[in-house]
């Protein structure tokens, strides 16, 4: 059986009209517009020599594709990197009467895979870029991994902050006017996983519910994923401007599922969000799943925030709901609690695109479990009290594109005193964000159907009500 691409092409989660795309680079809101920049081989569906795509939206639900921004050029090919919104003109490279938007990005030279960084300024709201003159404004003779640098303004020191990575280490730099980087201190030694090489980090300030601040430092790293593969770790700690500390001694992840890779956070977001995307897959199969004229997508947008309670400081993601429900078309609700639901050949899950929420309650039940697929497939998602742990089989789930998409997926967690697990999950025809008790967990996982999911069904290892609320959106745009 083959399926179409447009089968499997989401409605709701970025994708390019061709050809190969990995990491989301240079996200920046501005002047209206939020701006998705990315890894890009405009001619191959598979990794290639990289520029840099873009696309622009208002709601980060339709994306309209621009041209290329940056191609490869005497220095070599265009890595991943940031942009700032350069409001003071500390480069100097503003010409009219826009603020620089100033991309920071790695040039990787294909002939000895040199890694340096470099600038490019657009002063038209990023519709056109320029080289500086000068680059690369930063090398390192030492490090053969030495790229992705994530920028942002520091408010105490008045300094912008670069981080880097650089093999298996974050690298911090400071600068003035963007172009003279000096380098302060390294981090990561002895501390979190060490499975593959760190990329694409991130830093930035989050909030708990009552305002507090901490640091946390987001790096993925590939192989050496939670679940096999790519996956995104993170740190929280303090950050003085130059230096940062973390006491933090277990692994966090920011994600368990296979495929959220290479995220980080918008730059001047105007709401103060740490506002997240990351790319949806894995490098370990990304090249070889079934759509033709172009690979990947974006993972939903997230707004990541601080939780620091029971002795657990982590991070929790979350849906910007108000986007789902713009969205979603409420279809199915019942309040009423209930020992199963049933959903059989059911167009109202939108050809496999819905939203569900539902409310278990595992104080008398061990075992609960969502499955939804169509008459040949499905994917199965089951939380044990017992082990406390979540598991997700996609193994029958259609299409087979390698030996870490028949694995099952883990995800150790224990449920609060409550005893209730409430899940929130995005289905994208080809993909699935799983949210747990509002972010504490979250899984992204690819799956290939060869026919639209029509089937959901809740059911517990006994037959007590267990399904407190359940409510699913049809999904349409
Ligand atoms: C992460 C990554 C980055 C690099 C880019 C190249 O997926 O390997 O480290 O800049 O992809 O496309």
Same mark, same amino acid.
């Given at each position: 059986?083959?399926?179409?691409?447009?089968?499997?092409?989401?409605?709701f989660?970025f994708?390019?009209r061709?050809?190969?795309?990995?990491?989301?680079?240079g996200?920046?809101?501005y002047?209206?517009?939020?701006?998705?920049?990315?890894?890009?081989?405009?001619?191959?569906?598979?990794?290639?020599?990289?520029?840099?795509?873009?696309a622009?939206s208002k709601?980060? #639900?339709?994306?309209?594709?621009?041209?290329?921004?940056?191609?490869?050029?005497?220095?070599?090919?265009? @890595?991943?990197?940031?942009?700032?919104?350069?409001?003071?003109?500390? *480069?100097? @490279?503003?010409?009219?009467?826009?603020?620089?938007?100033?991309?920071?990005?790695t040039?990787q030279?294909?002939?000895?895979?040199?890694?340096?960084?470099?600038?490019?300024?657009?002063?038209?709201?990023?519709?056109?870029?320029?080289?500086?003159e000068?680059?690369? #404004?930063?090398?390192?003779?030492?490090?053969?991994?030495?790229?992705?640098?994530k920028?942002?303004?520091?408010?105490?020191?008045?300094k912008?902050?670069?981080?880097?990575?650089a093999?298996?280490?974050?690298?911090?730099?400071?600068?003035?006017n963007?172009?003279?980087?000096v380098?302060?201190?390294?981090?990561?030694?002895?501390?979190?996983?060490?499975?593959?090489v760190?990329?694409?980090?991130?830093l930035?300030?989050i909030?708990? #519910?009552?305002?507090?601040?901490?640091?946390?430092?987001?790096?993925?790293?590939?192989?050496?994923?939670?679940?096999?593969?790519?996956?995104?770790?993170? @740190?929280?700690?303090?950050?003085?401007?130059e230096?940062?500390t973390?006491?933090?001694s277990e692994?966090?992840?920011?994600? &368990?599922?296979?495929?959220? &890779?290479a995220?980080?956070?918008? *730059?001047?977001?105007?709401?103060?969000r740490n506002?997240?995307?990351?790319?949806m897959?894995?490098w370990?199969? =990304?090249q070889?799943?079934p759509? &033709?004229?172009?690979?990947?997508?974006?993972?939903f947008?997230?707004?990541l925030?601080?939780?620091?309670?029971?002795?657990?400081?982590i991070?929790? *993601?979350k849906?910007?709901?108000?986007?789902i429900?713009?969205?979603?078309?409420?279809?199915?609700?019942?309040?009423? =609690? =209930?020992?199963?639901?049933e959903?059989?050949?059911?167009?109202?899950?939108?050809?496999?695109?819905f939203y569900?929420?539902?409310?278990?309650?595992f104080?008398? $039940?061990?075992?609960?479990?969502?499955e939804?697929?169509?008459?040949?497939?499905?994917?199965?998602?089951?939380?044990?009290?017992?082990?406390?742990?979540? $598991?997700?089989?996609?193994a029958?789930?259609g299409?087979?594109?390698?030996n870490l998409s028949?694995? $099952?997926?883990?995800?150790? &967690?224990?449920l609060p005193?409550s005893?209730?697990?409430?899940?929130n999950?995005l289905?994208?025809?080809?993909?699935?964000?799983i949210?747990?008790?509002?972010g504490e967990?979250?899984?992204?996982?690819?799956?290939?159907?060869?026919?639209?999911?029509?089937?959901?069904e809740?059911?517990?290892?006994?037959?007590?009500?267990?399904?407190?609320?359940?409510?699913?959106?049809?999904l349409s745009?």
């Open positions: 059986v083959t399926v179409g691409d447009n089968e499997y092409r989401p409605d989660h994708t390019p061709n050809n190969w795309m990995n990491d989301p680079n996200m920046v809101y002047a209206g517009e939020y701006h998705l920049f990315y890894q890009y081989n405009p001619n191959e569906s598979v990794w290639g020599p990289m520029h840099w795509g873009h622009i709601d980060l #639900v339709n994306w309209e594709e621009l041209p290329i921004a940056l191609y490869p050029d005497n220095l070599g090919n265009i @890595f991943s990197g940031s942009i700032v919104v350069d409001n003071n003109n500390t *480069s100097g @490279f503003k010409s009219g009467s826009e603020s620089p938007l100033v991309a920071v990005f040039h030279n294909p002939e000895n895979n040199k890694q340096t960084q470099s600038l490019a300024y657009s002063n038209d709201k990023g519709r056109t870029w320029t080289k500086y000068n680059n690369p #404004v930063l090398v390192n003779n030492d490090k053969a991994d030495f790229r992705d640098p920028v942002s303004w520091h408010e105490g020191t008045q912008w902050v670069m981080v880097l990575a093999g298996d280490e974050i690298m911090f730099y400071t600068s003035s963007l172009k003279n980087w380098y302060k201190n390294s981090f990561g030694k002895n501390v979190g996983a060490h499975g593959g760190w990329e694409c980090p991130d930035f300030k909030k708990d #519910v009552n305002g507090q601040e901490t640091w946390a430092l987001l790096v993925s790293i590939n192989p050496g994923g939670p679940n096999g593969g790519s996956g995104t770790q993170y @740190f929280l700690g303090d950050f003085d401007g230096t940062f973390s006491s933090q692994t966090l992840w920011l994600d &368990y599922g296979t495929d959220n &890779y995220g980080v956070t918008w *730059s001047n977001e105007p709401n103060n506002l997240f995307m990351g790319w897959s894995n370990s199969y =990304a070889n799943v759509t &033709y004229s172009y690979r990947s997508a974006m993972t947008p997230r707004t925030h601080w939780q620091n309670s029971n002795g657990k400081s991070i929790i *993601s849906l910007p709901t108000e986007i429900y713009a969205i979603g078309g409420k279809v199915v609700e019942n309040n009423n =609690a =209930a020992s199963r639901f959903l059989l050949n059911d167009e109202t899950l939108g050809g496999g695109k569900l929420e539902t409310t278990l309650d104080s008398a $039940i061990n075992e609960a479990k969502i939804w697929g169509n008459k040949s497939s499905s994917v199965v998602l089951k939380y044990n009290k017992i082990k406390g742990e979540l $598991i997700l089989n996609r029958e789930s299409y087979k594109f390698n028949s694995n $099952i997926i883990k995800c150790p &967690y224990v005193d005893n209730q697990l409430k899940i999950m289905v994208d025809k080809s993909s699935m964000e949210f747990l008790n509002d967990r979250v899984i992204t996982a690819l799956v290939f159907p060869l026919a639209p999911f029509k089937n959901l809740i059911t517990a290892n006994e037959e007590i009500q267990f399904i407190e609320q359940i409510k699913i959106n049809k745009k």
